[in-house]
Structures are given as C-alpha cells and as structure tokens.
C-alpha cells in the first residue's frame, strides 16, 4: 500500500535544500574516480531544482581556482551540467637514444 499522499511529496520537494559542501564532496569523489580510470574529465549535472545559477557558478569559479578546465554545457529540463577537465599539456616522453 502507498502511504505517501501526493500533498507530502510536494512539501518534501518545496523543502528539500543541498548544502554546497555536499556538492564540493561529490565533485571531489567523481574528479577522484575518473582520475584514477584514466579519464581527463567528468561531466557533472546539477539538479535545477537545488541548484541555483549564482551555486553553479561559484562552483565553477572555484573548480577554475584549483586548475580546472570548465565548460558550461547546455542545460536540460532537469540538470544544469558542466565539463570539468585536467587535460593539460601531454607529458613529455623519455628518449630512450
């Protein structure tokens, strides 16, 4: 039986909040793995719904502060996204000669 009335979720939705410290966290984790596979980026989704645009791009300004390649890149109906990369200048080869 489903107990949950249509009138609790939208007041669970109306006060659901997302510190930005928790954001911070997610991203470190998800810079973490792909680094550690072998990726030079992750793209990252921020929900529109808890995210602001001023979130987002404090986010971006401080991800640009550590060293960060960030792209904005186009918004759906529900995530705000952003390409994060550590690219860089390939590493110089050792010759062997």
Known sequence: MITITAEQARANADAATRPVDQYYRDLDTSIQAGSE????YIVFGFSQALASERLVEGVVAQLQKNGFEVERLPSDAEQHYIRISWEGAAPARLNAG
Do not use: I, M, V
């Open 37 to 40: 596979n072998g990726r030079r």
